[in-house]
Each structure stands twice: as C-alpha cells, then as structure tokens.
C-alpha cells in the first residue's frame, strides 16, 4: 500500500508492553497508566500467571505472549533444580499459566505452541531454544499486526472518523495492535482523522489505555462514555466500528470486550461497518460457535467501586468481562491470513485451507 502522507506507520508505535531483558520478564503495569509508567520484572511462572490473572498484562495476544515467556520462566526453574524430571515438572506450571483468564484463546494456543517445542526438545539444557520459541512467537504477533494494518486500512476510504472499543493496541499485543493497528495504517494513509474511544467500563481499557497510545501518537482522540456510542452513530459521526477479540470461533461468532456485541448491533441498526481485526492466533477451530466460548465473570467489586470509592448501595453486580457477538453481525474479518467479508464456517476454514496450499 502506497502511503502518500508525512506520517510511516512504524512512528505510530511507541510502546511496548512486554520485554524480554535477558534475564526475565520485564511487564507494564497497565493498572497503574497513564498516571505512572513501571514495569514489573518478573522471574518466574507464578508471577507471570498472577500478573495475567490481576490485568497487569491484558489484551488476547499480549496474554499469549507472556504465558509463553512464563513457560521459559519455568523451565529455567525447573531445569536447574532437576534436568532428568523438568518436562514432567513444568507441566504443572503450564497448567497454572493456563488457568490466569479464560476467554482469550491466545493463552491456550502460546502454551500449546511452547509445549510442541518442549516435546521437540532433543536433549541438554531446553532454555534457549524455549527462549527462541517465545521469542518467535512475540515477533510473529509483530509481523501479523502490521499485515492486518495494511489489509484492514487498504477498506477505509476517507477522510472518515472511527470508533473503538476496549484496548487493541501496542499495549494488548506484542506491539503495534489489531483494530488499533489498522486505526494507525488508516491514519497514516490520512484516511482517518479522528478516533471515538469508547471509556471501557469498568476497567477502563480505552479511556486510560488506547487514549494514552493515540495521544503519544498524536492521533486525534475523543473519549465517550460507552453508552454515548448509539448517539453518535445516529448522529453519522462514525464510518467505521472497528475492534480486536479475544476469540473467533470456527463460524465466525466473536468474543470481545464486554459492550462489542451491542456496538455490533447498533452498527447494523445504522448501517455502520463493522471491522473485527484479529490474528489467527485468536481464532479457535475446535469450538464451533460462540455459545461454547467460556465468558470470564469477573469480582463485582470493579462494577461497585469506582477509583477505590463504592459508588453504590448494598446491592449485587455482575461483572460479565466479554459478550459474543454473532458472525451475522460482522461485515469483515481482517486477519494477517487474508480479509474475510461477512464471515461464516465455511470462509473461516477456508483462511486455513488456503494458507496451508500456498504455504
Ligand atoms: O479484559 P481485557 O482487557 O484483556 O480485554 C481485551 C479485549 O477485549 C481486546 O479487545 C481483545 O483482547 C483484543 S486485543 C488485541
């Protein structure tokens, strides 16, 4: 794709969420910004399960990425203090990485990935060829988002504004992001110029995160209380709905951001496109539709409290942390395999059949 503006897409990625210092894993505390930027140095499996079960890391690939670094983490461990058992040992710590959060399917399929490799491990000490795998797998995340950018932006004609949910940028993937990716190609080729940022209750992944990335990018941002969305697509401000997932099923159902699926349906309402952006590292072929998909219910305390201060009375909440939205409801699927319009089983396996012919 030609880009005829000032601005390359690789100045639109100023952050990384998750290093590897040589020693062990160094993390952004995403619960702390944007009023403090600290990283987390972690040494070992627990606390990279931990850190993943808190939020300290969110965002479906980010997650992916450091289970793997986790299951570095833990062979080193394991290793040192036993080289005859340590594929036996670092079972149980695969097992407890897997349990941090359940619905983004990245985790299950870094762990799976790393776990391949310690089976292909020839002998000796396993630690640099696991350290190579995680790696492989955090730079691949890399390459698959500047493909989506490119693939995703190539469908925005513009000057247009958009809007996006949740947190899909640097700071949920190995660098660069999903939807928030194809927001930057987009920008980038000067076809988007504004971005609507919905707050993300109660976490608040887009008000204090996406705002945070698109401000150090300076790509112009405007946050909205999620309730705010329908009036603005009534209002024609937005051209394009535009989100990541946490997982896609084999028909194309997607698990997103609690609030995605009634996006999805006010975009159809009001004939606004909506653009899933996705790697395939998301997508999940053994679960064939999105009722199947395991929804993370999280503490009611996040919904009760606000910024440490109840702001309720002494009633019950629910804290549902994704929803699914239907693949009737999805005009296109980008991901780096290819653009999928109007996605259904048979397309979604179709990516795959077509990427292993020309592989
Ligand atoms: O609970 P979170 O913050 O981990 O949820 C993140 C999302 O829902 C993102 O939209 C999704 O992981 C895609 S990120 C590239």
Redesign the pocket.
């Given at each position: 794709v030609p880009y005829n503006s000032l601005v390359a897409p690789e100045d639109l990625d100023k952050v990384r969420a998750v290093r590897w210092d040589g020693g062990g894993l160094l993390l952004l505390d995403q619960r702390l910004l944007p009023g403090k930027v600290r990283y987390l140095n972690l040494r070992n499996a627990g606390a990279v399960a931990q850190a993943i079960a808190e939020?300290a890391v969110?965002?479906?690939?980010a997650?992916g990425i450091c289970a793997a670094y986790g299951v570095v983490l833990a062979i080193r461990d394991r290793y040192a203090r036993n080289p005859s058992t340590w594929r036996r040992d670092v079972e149980a710590d695969v097992e407890l990485l897997g349990r941090a959060r359940p619905t983004?399917v990245n985790l299950r399929w870094a762990l799976e990935r790393m776990t391949s490799r310690i089976a292909a491990c020839s002998g000796g000490n396993p630690y640099r060829e696991l350290l190579q795998e995680a790696e492989a797998i955090h730079l691949e995340d890399i390459q698959a988002n500047r493909r989506m950018g490119a693939l995703g932006a190539a469908l925005i004609e513009g000057p247009c504004q958009v809007l996006t949910?949740?947190?899909?940028g640097s700071l949920?993937?190995g660098g660069y992001?999903?939807?928030l990716g194809v927001i930057r190609s987009a920008y980038a080729e000067r076809n988007v110029t504004r971005v609507f940022v919905d707050e993300t209750r109660p976490?608040l992944?887009g008000a204090r995160l996406t705002a945070w990335e698109l401000a150090a990018d300076g790509i112009p941002a405007t946050v909205l209380v999620d309730a705010a969305a329908a009036h603005l697509l009534r209002r024609g401000a937005v051209s394009w709905v535009i989100?990541?997932?946490?997982r896609v099923t084999a028909n194309g159902d997607v698990a997103?951001?609690i609030g995605t699926y009634g996006l999805a349906v006010l975009c159809r309402y009001h004939k606004v496109p909506l653009m899933v952006v996705a790697p395939s590292s998301t997508i999940d072929l053994r679960v064939e539709h999105g009722a199947a998909i395991p929804i993370e219910e999280r503490d009611p305390a996040e919904v009760l409290f606000c910024a440490g201060r109840r702001v309720t009375p002494e009633v019950e909440a629910i804290n549902p942390?994704?929803d699914v939205t239907p693949a009737d409801l999805v005009d296109v699927l980008v991901t780096e395999r290819g653009v999928v319009l109007r996605p259904s089983a048979a397309k979604i396996h179709g990516l795959f059949d077509e990427s292993a012919r020309s592989a």
């Open positions: 939020m969110r965002g479906a690939p997650i983004a949910h949740c947190n899909t949920a993937t992001g999903t939807a976490w992944q989100v990541g997932a946490d997103n951001k942390a994704f």
